[in-house]
């Protein structure tokens, strides 16, 4: 298994763009997770689904924040617009039958 | 609210040592307790994972305890290497809902001196 599968691993935008990042989980694990990573705020979740139904999206920081999951096997997660502010590094996780996380590497994004 | 917090934030320690990381969490009634590494550029993996109904769990040389009451977690590192070298998380799962969240605290940055 390739595990936790994210693309881009790294993504360099200008303020007001948007942004859209990807993630593969681990086939049959049936929860996804999606995370922002900062010095000044640490991890946090942003939204989680389950079953591609989306559980809790209380961590989505504004409007301009958005995630959808199409199918067991991709999710999204959208900046539209981008600001400054949104650069961090961003990863996808999921969960199967078992308590264990499992993360992907990461997409780190920096918005100019 | 539930808060997990890490002391130290940083760590240096000679090769060969026996070194303990701390992780405290405000609410004590939590379902879960686990441990991760995140090595510099990666995701983060994890080591151990405690039950709330056990004191402690062990992988070579990691040793993870839990003192739910008190709200603290140690995880123990024998005889320290630097592959060692790492930022170590802990993480909480406050119930055993399938909807609950696990709340990460922000992490000891551990490294190991050859």
């Known amino acids: 298994d390739a595990g936790v599968i994210q693309s881009p691993r790294h993504e360099v935008t200008e303020m007001g763009q948007e942004v859209t990042l990807r993630c593969k989980p681990i086939s049959g694990h049936d929860y996804l997770f999606w995370y922002r990573q900062t010095m000044m705020r640490g991890l946090e979740l942003l939204i989680y689904f389950n079953n591609n139904v989306p559980i809790d999206d209380s961590g989505m920081p504004e409007d301009r924040f958005s995630a959808k999951m199409p199918n067991a096997s991709f999710s999204t997660l959208k900046i539209q617009p981008s600001e400054p502010r949104d650069s961090a590094v961003y990863f996808c996780?999921?969960?199967?039958?078992?308590?264990?996380?499992?993360f992907g590497p990461g997409t780190r994004l920096l918005v100019l | 609210k539930q808060e997990v917090t890490q002391i130290p934030a940083a760590l240096s320690v000679p090769e060969g040592e026996n070194l303990v990381l701390n992780c405290s969490f405000t609410d004590s009634a939590i379902y879960n307790l686990q441990w991760f590494r995140q090595d510099p550029g990666k995701g983060l993996t994890s080591l151990l994972l405690i039950q709330s109904s056990q004191r402690e769990q062990t992988s070579g040389r990691l040793n993870a305890s839990l003192d739910k009451s008190s709200g603290r977690s140690t995880l123990y590192i024998a005889a320290s290497q630097p592959g060692d070298s790492a930022t170590y998380l802990c993480?909480?799962?406050?119930?055993?809902?399938?909807?609950?969240?696990?709340?990460f605290g922000p992490g000891t940055s551990l490294s190991v001196i050859p």
């Open positions: 996780a999921c969960r199967g039958g078992r308590e264990t996380q499992y």
């Open positions: 993480a909480v799962r406050q119930g055993k809902t399938s909807y609950d969240k696990v709340i």
